[in-house]
């Protein structure tokens, strides 16, 4: 007996959004607003590049503290325009390797934006001289203080992650474990429920005093402190949605032959994981204040320490570096997470688009 | 392979332990020959899927007893297959994983590999092994809930009113489907609806149920050969006789011309 019963078809995740920009972009004669919008990019920080290497720098007022960053100025004209050339170049491949041009086409506003905000930046700080330091940096003086301290931040940054990494998977893990044994068991729920409700909510910075104290070094402390950050919120939207798994799927199963450890494995955990993928979001999140607090107050390594080493100097331009690369580290695990959810909850992508 | 359904006294209720206890089911007698397909008709809410659940052995009944081929049910079987009115797959695996929970449940996935093929073209599916729930009309999903049922080559198949929620289209290929799935294989069959031309268009005998809590009022044999058709006048009788039971009279119910 044939089908002629219509399929519809998945939408491509971020296809449907790009569509209709795209879609004006190619018709003929449409908009020339959207087309100059997608090539605006690479002009931009062209414009970037030639202003900063053209205008002259402001000289310092002399302070022994501050480097002069005229040497670095060369420096950021070449990276501006790096950027310029890169973009083009995507755009240009665009026939042999769409997805990224399509990506960039749309993107180009904000990256000229963005072209614009280091130029105003550019200008206020190191060519006009309105905002000096110690207290504002121009982006060359960020390069400069880079450039001189690259170890020690790429080791702290090195030392921050591994630190951070440890703990999450340590917290998540344990987390997880006990949310499907809540989830699951009636009695694992009566104890642990208490628990989590009273010691949860508890800031792990809290109890830094207490676990510098009790624990054997500071790296072990600092790392059950992330733990304990991670372990609430995974702890509570795994639990929620194991509970919350539609009962109709333990029927389906168990009649088709089930046992228990099936139900658990292959019914309860697969369809708990969007919440479970919530709750790592959440966990996450909640790492990276106490990460710094955590080296702030007895870590000797790491970004947080770092930060505040430079602060007890009183050198902010170093201080802003290390937090740029605090910016990269956050969001670039956060970019991992999603990253990790969309291949593992790709089912899920048309139900739920965050 | 098929059984034969045994119910002696079944009844049950919902509730107790000082709540108002809420009787579904009263002293229900049935005896389903192996290979029959006997369909369970009555109206909504009268408690024809929790007669289903309980000879599935998803819930013991609170009074009398259910036996399958004369031994006393004591949980589910994958020889016992439901199909239930949604489709309810697992939207995390695609057709073909779906239809193949069965075998990797009970550890034989790699042994029933060719069977779950099999099933799937039976089923009129075979372009979409790879497609996921989400991207299935109505029909195809029901479709899949059908197969995984037989997958796992049942004895008896339990079905709680399948079609209910599909389009009348649907609905009419769909029975064909399934009266010649249950003729290739000759397994029992128990169907339940609240369509009464479906039950006649289908079944060997036709079992009507009372409003809650659900007494047996009548058990029609269907005596009219296959294959049958809407409106069949033969059926005429049957379906008057029946209608007369759910409380209808004949002005209201008389085929539109």
């Known amino acids: 007996m044939s089908t002629t019963e219509s399929v519809a078809t998945a939408s491509h995740p971020g296809e449907s959004e790009a569509r209709p920009v795209d879609g004006a972009a190619s018709r003929e004669g449409a908009g020339w607003r959207e087309r100059l919008a997608s090539w605006c990019a690479a002009p931009a920080w062209v414009t970037a590049a030639v202003v900063t290497q053209v205008w002259p720098d402001h000289a310092p007022a002399t302070n022994a503290i501050v480097e002069a960053p005229q040497h670095n100025t060369g420096t950021l004209a070449v990276a501006e325009l790096i950027f310029a050339g890169l973009f ?56 400069t203080d880079f450039r001189s301290d690259h170890a020690i931040l790429l080791e702290s940054l090195w030392a921050s992650f591994r630190l951070l990494m440890e703990g999450f998977v340590i917290g998540a893990s344990v987390g997880f474990a006990v949310g499907v044994a809540m989830g699951w068991s009636k009695r694992v729920n009566y104890w642990m429920n208490p628990i989590l409700r009273t010691l949860g909510p508890i800031p792990p910075v809290c109890l830094v005093p207490i676990l510098f104290v009790a624990m054997p070094s500071t790296e072990l402390a600092s790392m059950l402190l992330i733990a304990l950050a991670t372990w609430f919120p995974v702890t509570v939207l795994t639990f929620s949605g194991v509970n919350s798994v539609n009962r109709q799927y333990y029927d389906v199963a168990s009649t088709l032959g089930a046992s228990n450890r099936f139900l658990v494995w292959r019914v309860a955990i697969p369809a708990a994981l969007p919440s479970v993928s919530l709750g790592l979001f959440m966990g996450l999140g909640m790492t990276f204040p106490t990460l710094i607090v955590a080296e702030m107050l007895g870590v000797k390594h790491g970004l947080g320490w770092y930060i505040q080493w430079q602060q007890n100097w009183s050198d902010y331009p170093k201080m802003y570096v290390a937090i740029c690369i605090m910016i990269v580290l956050c969001s670039g695990l956060f970019a991992l997470l999603f990253y990790a959810r969309r291949k593992v909850l790709a089912w899920q992508q048309d139900l739920v688009r965050w | 392979m098929s059984v034969r359904v045994s119910l002696h006294d079944v009844s049950q209720q919902f509730g107790g332990h000082g709540r108002e206890s809420l ?3 009263e002293h229900i007698d049935l005896e389903v ?14 408690g024809k899927s929790t007669l289903l659940r309980i000879i599935a052995g998803l819930d013991p009944p609170s009074g009398g007893e259910a036996l399958i081929d004369g031994a006393p049910i004591t949980g589910t ?31 034989r996935l790699d042994k029933d590999r060719d069977v779950v093929n099999e099933v799937i073209d039976m089923v009129g599916l075979s372009g979409f092994a790879h497609v996921r729930p989400n991207a299935l009309s109505g029909g195809m999903a029901q479709r899949v809930s059908l197969a995984r049922a037989l997958v796992n080559q049942p004895s008896l ?39 009464v031309d479906e039950g006649l268009l289908m079944a060997d005998r036709v079992v009507v149920l009372s409003d809650r809590p659900a007494r047996i009022l009548a058990d029609l044999k269907i005596d009219v050969e296959r294959p049958r058709s809407h409106g069949d006048p033969r059926l005429e009788d049957d379906r008057r006789k029946v209608l007369g ?11 539109a011309q």
């Open chain 2, 245 to 255: 039971l759910l409380g209808f009279t004949d002005a209201e119910t008389a085929h």
């Open chain 2, 77 to 107: 079987d994958p020889h016992r297959a439901l199909v239930f009115q949604d489709p309810t797959l697992f939207p995390w695996r695609d057709v073909w994983h779906n239809v193949a929970i069965g075998p990797q449940a009970r550890h």
């Open chain 2, 157 to 195: 198949l339990l079905l709680d009113e399948p079609l209910g929620k599909l389009d009348a289209l649907t609905r009419l290929t769909l029975q064909q489907e399934i009266l010649r799935l249950w003729r290739q294989a000759g397994f029992t069959a128990l169907l339940v609806t609240h369509d």
């Open chain 2, 23 to 25: 009787p579904v089911l």
């Open chain 1, 88 to 143: 083009t170049l995507v755009l240009l491949s665009g026939r042999w390797l769409p997805g990224p041009a399509q990506r960039l086409r749309r993107f180009s506003p904000w990256l000229a934006a963005l072209a614009g905000y280091f130029l105003f930046w550019e200008i206020v700080t190191a060519k006009a001289g309105l905002l000096v330091p110690p207290y504002w940096a121009a982006p060359q003086l960020l390069i």
């Open chain 2, 33 to 46: 020959e192996p290979g029959e397909l006997v369909a369970l008709l009555g109206p909504s809410g009268c």
